[in-house]
């Protein structure tokens, strides 16, 4: 069950400054860019049949080398196994549930492993209206290059909770857009941090996000249970924080360095 403050949207404008992040190139000042995502993923199409007299490969050809931007689930998981905490405190992953949820660091990334509660705030649309989610705001803690609320049916984004003396990921430089890398069975989805949630909670993740992570996205009895891994890389940030393909293509440069293959 998700919680709202009334609050957290004007609390989190006001302790996070929007500002772009270093390396960053400024915001452009052109309108929400909408990208395709990915589906339920499809097999590959199968090549054309050789002619019945044709020679047939040996055995013991190699398989192609897996592009060097496709780091895969297993490499991350691996590369974030082990917990050094920086959280003062544990996080629950429902209201009313036990805090048993950590956040752990590295020098590159913060990270935790709990659910995905589905977020459906922003700017209404089909999926995500008053209708289809009793807890919907149309308001989110940060806003698109050209000044309109995030879409959580277009976007893939995370929530992190509101500072407190849990922690505060302000002080290890996770702001507006940073990028996260969001694991869940062998799917590996790139998005950025666009809102805040309650200070007691985590693992909370937009619409599109569960959608493209092959979870059902709906915010009423959708999301996942638990076996979710958010990992945030410090210091980055996607412009414009409204482009999926900008998140995406950083996410995979990060990740790569993360797993020691930069």
């Not at 956040?103 to 492993?113: D, I, L, N, Y």
């Not at 995500?128 to 995030?150: I, M, V």
């Not at 990028?179 to 200070?199: F, L, S, T």
């Not at 990992?231 to 393909?245: D, Y």
Request: glycine share 12%; net charge negative; proline share 10%.
């Amino acid at each position: 069950m998700r919680v709202r403050s009334l609050m957290l949207a004007a609390a989190g404008a006001a302790l996070i400054s929007p500002s772009v992040l270093p390396g960053a190139a400024p915001p452009p000042d052109a309108g929400h860019e909408r990208a395709a995502y990915d589906g339920p993923g499809a097999g590959r199409v199968p090549r054309a049949g050789a002619p019945a007299d044709a020679p047939r490969a040996p055995s013991s050809t190699p398989r192609p080398t897996p592009s060097p931007g496709n780091v895969a689930a297993a490499e991350l998981l691996a590369a974030v196994r082990d917990c050094d905490p920086v959280s003062d405190d544990r996080f629950s992953s429902d209201d009313g549930e036990p805090a048993d949820i950590e956040v752990c660091g590295r020098r590159e990334a913060v990270f935790w492993k709990a659910d995905l509660d589905v977020d459906c705030d922003g700017r209404p649309g089909r999926h995500c209206n008053e209708r289809t989610d009793p807890l919907f705001c149309d308001t989110t803690a940060f806003q698109q290059s050209d000044g309109r609320q995030l879409s959580a049916e277009r976007l893939p984004y995370v929530v992190v909770p509101g500072p407190s003396h849990r922690w505060n990921h302000r002080e290890h430089d996770v702001r507006r857009g940073t990028v996260a890398a969001v694991i869940h069975g062998d799917r590996v989805r790139y998005a950025v941090v666009g809102d805040i949630g309650p200070e007691g909670i985590i693992g909370e993740a937009s619409y599109a996000l569960a959608r493209n992570l092959g979870i059902r996205p709906d915010p009423k009895g959708g999301g996942a249970a638990s076996g979710v891994t958010y990992i945030l890389f410090k210091g980055s940030g996607a412009s414009p924080i409204e482009s999926p393909a900008a998140a995406e293509a950083q996410g995979e440069r990060l990740a790569r360095a993360l797993v020691g293959r930069s």
